[in-house]
């Protein structure tokens, strides 16, 4: 499984966890920035990259829907995604 070394990624990464963590503790769920930081790290680096900047941006509903996703679709020995699940904000190959 691969890792992501280019410090602008994980720091818009780190940010998108952030929204999405404040946005799910706000409907009153647990929520830990660091799991969801890297769930799309490992999602981004090892096949299905995602379009960072327009989820930075995103819909609040689009851009949970990918993190929720994402962290149950996840096969986290692999870093690959389960289930057919597609995030939203997947950049096309």
């Known amino acids: 499984m691969k890792n992501i070394d280019d410090k602008l990624v994980l720091m818009m990464i780190s ?47 689009d851009v949970l829907h990918d993190v929720a996703g994402i962290g149950r679709h996840l096969d986290h020995t692999t870093g690959k995604l389960t289930d057919c699940f597609v995030p939203r904000f997947a950049l096309s190959l």
């Open 15 to 61: 940010g998108i966890a952030k929204r999405a963590a404040k946005v799910i503790t706000g409907l009153g769920y647990k929520a830990d920035v660091m799991n969801i930081c890297m769930d799309l790290e490992y999602c981004h680096a090892n096949g299905c990259p995602l379009d960072l900047p327009a989820m930075a941006t995103g819909e609040e509903s």
